[in-house]
């Protein structure tokens, strides 16, 4: 018997634009995220959703308060005409993702001691691409050393996109790896994502969100 649907809760005002929707088979709201993007709730009654490729997802919360969320983010490729400094501008998309993720949880109630971290992602999933996915991994896991925020469960790597939902009220998080992909959706999106990166790493005032 399929549960009764409660009212959807209500979100927090900075994430109105973010999709939201019943999940039939998880009997739960949820709310999807897609590549740049990123949700942080304060409901006991909400998961995030989202479907990775190269990209990677922190996955942060409270685990005293259940306020938490998560992100969905790439670093820029390399350009032929990309200055010396690339590497530093390219790696603030990965901070900009990750800051703007913790900075909400604390400013909604969050403490920093009580952070939890799982993350997942990075798989090489499109042949002809440098594995960026590897250099998501690796930024990724310098950035929580280096903020001194320890990392409880990652499932990162491989070759397979991923389906992932996430439930930061209890800290629970679901990844169904794909084995096969029926359509070119999820690559689509992503090169669309990379292109758009590509052109911005030299810009100057980067705003990913």
Not at 40 to 69: P, Y
Request: charged letters at 25%.
């Amino acid at each position: 018997m399929t549960a009764q649907r409660p009212p959807q809760p209500d979100c927090l005002a900075d994430f109105r634009h973010v999709n939201r929707y019943w999940d039939r088979s998880h009997n739960s709201w949820a709310a999807k995220i897609l590549p740049g993007e990123y949700y942080v709730t304060v409901q006991q009654d909400e998961a995030i959703a989202t479907t990775l490729g190269s990209c990677v997802s922190a996955c942060i919360r409270d685990k005293v308060f259940g306020i938490g969320g998560m992100n969905h983010f790439m670093l820029p490729l390399k350009s032929e005409h990309a200055s010396d400094d690339w590497m530093d501008s390219a790696t603030r998309y990965g901070s900009y993702a990750m800051e703007h993720l913790i900075n909400d949880i604390l400013k909604n109630g969050g403490n920093r001691k009580n952070l939890e971290v799982k993350l997942t992602g990075g798989g090489r999933i499109m042949k002809n691409m440098s594995d960026v996915g590897a250099r998501n991994i690796e930024f990724v896991l310098e950035y929580l050393q280096t903020e001194n925020i320890d990392v409880l469960v990652e499932d990162l790597g491989d070759i397979y996109p991923r389906k992932v939902m996430y439930y930061p009220a209890t800290g629970r998080l679901r990844v169904k790896r794909l084995r096969s992909m029926h359509n070119e959706t999820l690559i689509q999106r992503e090169q669309a994502y990379q292109h758009e990166l590509d052109v911005q790493p030299d810009s100057g005032g980067i705003e990913l969100f």
